[in-house]
């Protein structure tokens, strides 16, 4: 597997079979929004996707690891139902009652054959050795693909 970390944004730490992907930032909304990047960086070339279209989508989830989760299926599912790949993230996250709810604004275009490269195919996002840390200067999140 070729990847290119971003240095300050996210990394690959090594894993024998699957993928992880290590996020950070000033936030736990930065850290999200690079998460998805570190996961789109796995597929294919972040560089060449043009910012072309607004999708928004809208996740819940009982806790912050689940809502992690749930964000990183949802571009999974992007994918694969509407061929769609972004190169940029906006999250906004509440917590309501007993409710996370994130609201994401992303941008990118329809995946096009011979113009995106072709990286590695990910199968799954896991909650296996998931990790969630934030202190009042910064946030780091890791989380493992299935490949």
């Not at 790949?85 to 275009?109: C, D, H, P, Q, W």
Request: proline share 3%; aromatic share 8%.
């Amino acid at each position: 597997m070729n990847v290119k970390p971003c240095p300050g944004k996210y990394d690959y730490p090594e894993h024998t079979s699957d993928v992880y992907v290590q996020a950070y930032g000033s936030n736990l909304e930065e850290a999200f929004e690079n998460a998805a990047l570190g996961l789109t960086g796995v597929i294919t070339d972040i560089s060449l996707i043009r910012p072309e279209q607004t999708v928004v989508e809208i996740v819940e989830a009982e806790d912050i690891q689940m809502l992690l989760y749930k964000w990183l299926e949802a571009i999974l599912i992007r994918l694969d139902a509407d061929q769609m790949v972004f190169s940029e993230f906006k999250v906004k996250i509440e917590k309501e009652e007993n409710n996370y709810i994130l609201r994401a604004t992303m941008r990118g275009e329809k995946f096009k054959q011979g113009y995106h490269t072709s990286g590695t195919q990910v199968k799954a996002v896991t909650l296996h050795d998931m990790e969630i840390e934030e202190t009042s200067k910064e946030a780091r999140v890791k989380v493992l693909l299935d490949i």
